[in-house]
């Protein structure tokens, strides 16, 4: 059963978004987060799932916990949010209201 009733988006997708926060990081590929949101698709597949959907992804690659850290901390504008914790539940929260944020911006 699904975590949410309306989630279409595949595992490998998910992921992919996921990867945002290092594939942005100096630790990754350095792109831009315009970049990665147009590569991910993300505003396309947004509609499509929501936080909890990626709870299970984050527990089982506990990295991407370090790495949405580091994201958080390494942030050099004042916009977006910050990460209120290390659960998989506080990482995932993070990631959707951090990457709405910037793709409500363009």
């Known amino acids: 059963m699904a975590l949410c009733d309306f989630v279409i988006v595949d595992r490998a997708t998910l992921h992919r978004i996921l990867s945002i926060g290092h594939d942005t ?44 850290a580091m994201y958080s901390e390494d942030k050099r504008t004042s916009g977006g949010f910050a990460l209120d914790g290390m659960s998989p539940q506080a990482v995932a929260d993070y990631v959707v209201r951090e990457l709405d944020f910037w793709a409500s911006q363009e």
């Not at 990665?36 to 992804?57: G, M, N, S, V």
């Open 25 to 68: 990081s100096m630790r990754g590929e350095g792109i831009s987060l315009r970049d990665a949101l147009e590569q991910t698709h993300y505003r396309d597949h947004r509609p499509y799932f929501c936080a909890a959907e990626l709870i299970p992804l984050i527990e089982a690659d506990p990295d991407l916990i370090t790495q949405w």
